[in-house]
């Protein structure tokens, strides 16, 4: 048995369970190893049945003296009940709709049971229990042989059919076989330092830890060194860069004196500095690697705009990439607003001597605002000097002959590799190897310091923290159940002074599954408070026929197709749609100037960042907006993220607090980064972080080739395969 054995030649794991493991992104046993648990239960209180009381969770052990299954007809359930004997006492136990568990216990024999006690007085019983055999036992003896019950247990990330009591019982036997033979990357200067423990009782203590004190020392140690590799790759991918080269773009700046006088409004300070920050980076015969963090509708695309015209005023070409058809298409029209009738010099293949703009999507292309054919945009690539689009962009067949800058909108990490292959090959050019595009990545995530430092940490920033001049507040308000009608008059009267509304809902169709089909199973708070969510064909109907029966309501969600969702918006934006009513689709990029209200239904369900993203659809323009927040439990205490919303203002504000209330994994997401949960959850410890990154300079600075630590190596290889920054 080797770290590197596949899964599917483990005993005991089946061909529905790879495929389990797999969509856990776990290969082989090393990756089983190093999946751990992101919290524990404590089911170490191990007390005698004479003792029981109300409350818990407790832990029991006793000799089964009689089970069987009862079923209740008014409520449709299947009761299993047991009774346990430890000498001291008895103790009822009951299941919900878990029938086979009585082929699962016989009478006579000996269980540990560990779960809540419930009931009223005398008639008192144990609840859903967790359970496990015992082979020896004594009554008021902690039981070595103990995996899910008796001690701290370890609870893992999950999927569907896929429990932490299965992974438990697969962890464990490969941990007693392994946990002396996983080679220690780590370098043992560094752990000796901060006194960490050595990687065999590291990895046994995570998984299953004899204390929370000493889970917390495991989890410290390989967080530390999960943020170690990742400030390694980070910075290694920094240097790496610095070694490339790009074609230095002169600085035209009467083109971008005139560009700025042309505009309908003027510059903040804060996009002046990032503008004057990415055109002097432009100059350099190395690639820019810049972020441009701003806040919803802080001018970034204008700050975009002016380093795409010194690019094509250059005579080079400008790639500007978007995650959805419906932002690509935004952009578009911004830039050909604003650079269309751009005078460049004219020639042969371009006469009228303008900024030549074209967009690519997966179903539709134009240049200079007429529709063509893909294999008409592709012969005409040459000629354009600023394309945008979707991921139809970095297609095979699309080549680009002179593309000096790429700009990514909304957080999509792009490298050195993916710049490559836009460029084609461009070896043979004199220079002895590719030219490497500059980069520019635009998000309206506003992320910590903390984190930018760490995920980004390869990357200059550029920060847009002001806004443009005569924008009003908007004004956010948490509204109760009670307060709902008065709402509901309050945004028709924003209607017929010619406003438009977003109505926003967290899922599209109602959940199928009730609460009484549930009762029998595990129930996660996650499930049941999305059972009481709004649906946005409920919430459609309901404002359509019932609330504003004599205004025009639009409905927009993820599961329409392209062009369903591209006639909606058009619609919206015309103003032939009063209220859009939508899922989070809106959550990114949408423009509509005239939309002055923005109501959050269920609001409480949002995480901060995505209800700050919903915020800043509207607000827009000269109009006051408002922000109404939705809440679907009458009376509840509005928690720290909704108060945070009405207090702060600025996103960079708010994502800190965002940070400290949930998280960083939640406030960017984890899942969509590839980074290691356990390196994520840590990013939020700042000293933490300082000095895994301190570590990782001075390695790389004594030896960046890591000639003395051969092992090292090889795990920041496999870390770089398993990490999608690029």
């Known amino acids: 048995m080797l770290l590197s054995t596949p899964i599917e030649n483990l005993p005991r794991v089946g061909p529905q369970y790879q495929k389990k493991l797999k969509k856990l992104g776990i290969k082989n046993v090393g990756d089983i190893i190093f999946h751990f648990p992101h919290r524990y239960e404590d089911f170490s209180h191990l007390i005698s049945i004479a003792k029981a009381e109300l409350g818990g ?44 568990l009585i082929n699962t216990f016989k009478k006579g024999t000996f269980v540990c049971l560990a779960g809540k006690i419930t009931g009223k007085g005398k008639s008192i019983y144990l609840s859903n229990p967790a359970y496990e055999k015992l082979l020896n036992y004594e009554l008021g003896i902690k039981n070595d042989e103990l995996t899910h ?38 370098p043992e200067k560094i752990s000796k330092k901060y006194d960490f423990l050595p990687l065999s009782k590291a990895i046994w203590q995570i998984h299953f830890p004899d204390s929370l004190k000493l889970a917390e020392e495991a989890k410290k140690r390989f967080a530390f060194e999960e943020l170690f590799n990742l400030s390694l790759f980070v910075l290694r991918e920094r240097m790496k860069l610095a070694k490339e080269k790009a074609v230095a773009i002169p600085l035209d700046l009467a083109a971008v004196q005139d560009f700025t006088k042309g505009l309908p409004f003027k510059l903040t300070d804060a996009q002046k500095k990032a503008a004057w920050q990415i055109l002097k980076d432009l100059e350099k015969p190395r690639p820019m690697n810049r972020l441009l963090e701003g806040d919803v509708g802080s001018g970034k695309t204008v700050v975009a705009a002016m380093a795409a015209l010194d690019v094509a005023k250059a005579g080079y070409q400008v790639a500007f990439m978007a995650p959805t058809e419906i932002l690509a298409k935004q952009h578009y029209k911004t830039i050909s607003d604003l650079l269309g009738e751009f005078n460049f010099n004219t020639s042969l293949q371009n006469p009228q001597g303008f900024c030549r703009i074209g967009l690519i999507t997966g179903k539709e292309n134009y240049v200079q605002n007429k529709k063509i054919t893909r294999k008409e945009l592709l012969e005409k690539l040459k000629d354009i000097d600023i394309l945008l689009g979707t991921h139809a962009l970095i297609q095979e067949r699309v080549k680009f002959e002179k593309l000096a800058l790429v700009v990514v909108d909304e957080q999509h990490r792009f490298g050195v590799k993916q710049r490559a292959r836009l460029c084609g090959d461009r070896r043979g050019t004199g220079e002895g190897q590719s030219l490497i595009p500059h980069l520019l990545s635009m998000t309206a995530t506003p992320i910590p310091r903390t984190l930018s430092l760490t995920l980004y940490g390869d990357l200059d920033l550029s920060v847009i923290d002001e806004m443009p001049k005569g924008r009003k507040k908007i004004i956010t308000k948490i509204i109760q159940p009670k307060n709902k009608k008065a709402t509901y008059e309050f945004i028709k009267e924003q209607i017929k002074e010619g406003r438009q509304a977003f109505a926003i809902c967290p899922r599209i169709e109602p959940p199928k599954v009730s609460r009484e089909n549930l009762l029998g199973g595990e129930l996660s708070f996650q499930i049941l408070s999305w059972l009481d969510v709004k649906a946005v064909k409920q919430e459609y109907k309901k404002l359509s026929e019932e609330i504003f029966p004599d205004l025009k309501i639009g409905m927009l969600h993820g599961k329409m197709k392209s062009q369903e969702k591209e006639n909606i918006m058009t619609d919206f934006k015309d ?29 409480e369900k949002f995480g901060l960042a995505q209800l700050h993203q919903f915020r800043g659809r509207v607000g827009r323009s000269d109009f006051q907006s408002y922000c109404f927040l939705f809440i679907d439990t009458p009376g509840i205490v509005y928690n720290r993220r909704l108060r945070a919303l009405i207090t702060c203002e600025n996103g960079f504000e708010l994502a800190e607090k965002d940070l400290a209330i949930r998280g960083p994994g939640n406030l960017i997401g984890q899942r969509q980064w590839g980074i290691p949960d356990l390196a994520m959850s840590s990013l939020a410890d700042a000293i933490l972080v300082s000095k ?35």
């Open 149 to 186: 019950t008796g001690r701290l247990i370890p609870v893992y990330p999950e999927t569907e059919g896929l429990s932490s009591k299965w992974l438990r019982f697969i962890v464990k036997p490969l941990l007693a076989k392994l946990k002396n033979q996983i080679p220690d990357s780590l």
């Open 57 to 100: 969770p407790f832990c029991f052990q006793g000799e089964i003296v009689d089970i069987k299954n009862i079923r209740t007809f008014r409520r449709r359930l299947v009761l299993t009940q047991m009774t346990i004997d430890d000498k001291t006492g008895k103790l009822k136990v009951m299941w919900f709709n878990q029938p086979y």
């Open 575 to 603: 103003r032939k749609i009063d209220i859009l009513v939508s899922t989070s689709v809106v959550e990114v990029g949408v423009d509509v100037p005239n939309a002055s209200v923005m109501l959050i239904e269920g609001s």
């Open 692 to 726: 895994a990154r301190n570590e990782a300079k001075k390695i790389l600075g004594e030896d960046p080739e890591f000639k003395n630590y051969p092992l090292l190596k090889k795990r920041l290889e496999a870390f770089r395969e398993k990490i999608h920054l690029e």
